[in-house]
């Protein structure tokens, strides 16, 4: 199986530039993806196919990355984007995801 | 708007069955793969099961492999998982997803399953 290594945890204050790095186990071409979870709620897809802004996500998202290293960059950070992020990829199967980064904004 | 609204959820001993439900409106369904998601009690997201548009491809974890059966009704718009010999590690909330572009872009509010005596 694909695994997706994330840090566990990360404290930022607002307006500063934050990245949360993936890193797979073998290589997912660009078949990578980044979601936001807040408690309580679903999921929100954020990101696609490793570097792919999703509609009406703000443009402060964005990502990069091939093959086994990803990177989600919040540039500048607010507030409102104290959540868990996970990625998750779609290339090979089992379709996997990381064990999630929780995002604290001090 | 897209709804995803997953139903069949509750609570359930061990090795016994469930079905969860997802009914889906506002786009295509029948164009676009799906998935299960689950997430146990404070823990991180597992994937669980995905199903093409036609049926024709299905994958699953192999923590599920053999007792959950993914399967869709495109007339009725709506995803299915069948769980059959359920164990408390089986306790999550169950999440569905559809897939575009390769990635999960809309999902369900989660209908919780429990496994226990």
């Known amino acids: 199986d694909t695994v997706l290594t994330q840090s566990p945890a990360l404290a930022v204050s607002p307006g500063e530039r934050v990245t949360i790095s993936c890193r797979a186990s073998?290589?997912?071409?660009?078949?990578m993806h980044w979601y936001q979870q807040k408690p309580g709620q679903q999921p929100k897809l954020l990101i696609y196919?490793?570097?792919h802004l999703e509609s009406g996500v703000p443009a402060r998202f964005s990502g990069s990355g091939s093959g086994t290293d990803f990177t989600l960059t919040i540039d500048p950070v607010e507030a409102d984007d104290t959540a868990t992020y996970y990625c998750?990829?779609?290339?090979?199967?089992?379709?996997?995801f990381g064990s999630g980064t929780k995002l604290e904004i001090k | 708007e897209v709804q995803l609204v997953e139903s069949g959820g509750g609570l359930v001993q061990p090795g016994r069955s469930l079905k969860l439900s997802c009914l889906a409106s506002?786009?295509?369904?029948?164009?676009?793969?799906m998935n299960w998601i689950r997430q146990a009690p404070g823990k991180g997201l597992e994937w669980v099961a995905s199903?093409?548009?036609?049926?024709?491809?299905?994958y699953y974890a192999d923590t599920v492999k053999g007792r959950f059966t993914i399967s869709r009704d495109n007339a009725k718009n709506t995803l299915y998982l069948q769980m059959t010999s359920l164990r408390s590690e089986d306790t999550a909330l169950y999440y569905c997803?559809?897939?575009?572009?390769?990635?999960?872009?809309?999902w369900g509010q989660g209908v919780m399953v429990t496994v226990s005596s």
């Open positions: 998750q990829q779609s290339w090979n199967d089992p379709f996997t």
């Open positions: 506002g786009f295509t369904f029948s164009n676009y793969g």
């Open positions: 199903i093409s548009s036609s049926s024709s491809y299905i």
């Open positions: 196919l490793a570097s």
């Open positions: 997803a559809s897939t575009h572009i390769a990635a999960m872009r809309y």
């Open positions: 073998e290589s997912v071409s660009t078949l």
